[in-house]
C-alpha cells in the first residue's frame, strides 16, 4: 500500500535551518509529483511547494519562495524540503502528499502522517 | 491571489444531512476538491474532481460545484464523520489553494 513517512522536524531557532525528508514506498516514486503542504497549530492546511516526478518542474507558494528547495531522489524514492531564514510562523506540522493521476486537477490522493517543526528561541 | 471561503463551522444531528459549502469568484469554471481531517491525523481525500470518490470512501460523501459555490453534501451523518473539512482547487495564479476549513460538529 502507498506509504508517506516524513521525519527531520524538531525545534529550531529563528533564523536556523532544518531539512525534512518523506520516504515513500507502494508505488513507484518517479511517476509521481510530490508536495510540501503545511498545517500551523489549530490553523488550516497551507500548500508549500510541488515538485514532478522526473524534478524538472518545481513551485512555491509565495510565502516560502525563495527561503524553502524542494528536491527528490528517485533512487532513494525520497523527498526533501530544504528550510532556511526560519521564522516563528514557520512552526507547522509539516506533510508531505503524492499528487493523483489521471484527473483534471492536482489533488492530493496520499498524505503521510506529518512532522512538527518548531521555530522558539 | 485566489480565496476560497468555507463558514468556520456548523453543527448537525446524527442521522441528517450536512452541506458544507466553498465559496471562490467562478469556482464552477475549477475542479474541486475536499478532505476530512480527524484530530491529531492527516488529511483524507474525500471528493474530487468536484463529485468523484475515492475507493473505500461511503457513497454518503457527494459533491457539487456551480456558479460561485461548491458544496460537500455527507448524507445519514453519523459520529465518526465529526471532523474538519478543507475545500482545495488549483488556480493559475496562486497554484495550489486550499479554503479555511470547516469543522463539523455531529450532535
Known amino acids: 500500500q502507498v506509504q508517506l513517512v516524513e521525519s527531520g522536524g524538531g525545534l529550531v531557532k529563528p533564523g536556523g535551518s532544518l531539512r525534512l525528508s518523506c520516504a515513500a514506498s507502494g508505488f513507484t516514486f518517479s511517476d509521481y509529483y510530490i508536495n510540501w503542504i503545511r498545517q500551523a497549530p489549530g490553523k488550516g492546511l497551507e500548500w508549500l511547494s510541488y515538485?514532478?516526478?522526473?524534478?524538472?518542474?518545481?513551485y512555491y507558494a509565495d510565502s516560502v519562495k525563495g527561503r524553502f528547495t524542494i528536491s527528490r531522489d528517485n533512487t532513494k524514492n525520497s523527498l526533501y524540503l530544504r528550510m532556511n531564514s526560519l521564522r516563528a510562523e514557520d512552526t507547522a506540522v509539516y506533510y508531505c502528499a503524492r499528487e493523483g493521476r489521471y484527473s483534471s486537477s492536482p489533488h492530493f490522493d496520499n498524505w503521510g502522517q506529518g512532522t512538527l517543526v518548531t521555530v522558539s528561541s | 491571489s485566489y480565496v476560497l471561503t468555507q463558514p468556520p463551522s456548523m453543527s448537525v444531528a446524527p442521522g441528517r444531512t450536512a452541506s458544507i459549502t466553498c465559496g471562490g469568484n467562478n469556482i464552477g469554471s475549477k475542479s474541486v476538491q475536499w478532505y476530512q481531517q480527524k484530530p491529531g491525523q492527516a488529511p483524507v481525500l474525500v471528493v474530487y474532481d468536484d463529485r468523484d470518490r475515492p475507493s473505500g470512501i461511503p457513497e454518503r460523501f457527494s459533491g457539487s460545484n456551480s456558479g460561485n459555490t461548491a458544496t460537500l453534501t455527507i448524507s445519514r451523518v453519523e459520529a465518526g464523520d465529526e471532523a474538519d473539512y478543507y475545500c482545495q482547487v488549483w488556480d493559475s495564479s496562486s497554484d495550489r489553494v486550499f479554503g479555511g476549513g470547516t469543522k463539523l460538529t455531529v450532535l
Open positions: 515538485i514532478s516526478g522526473d524534478g524538472t518542474a518545481i
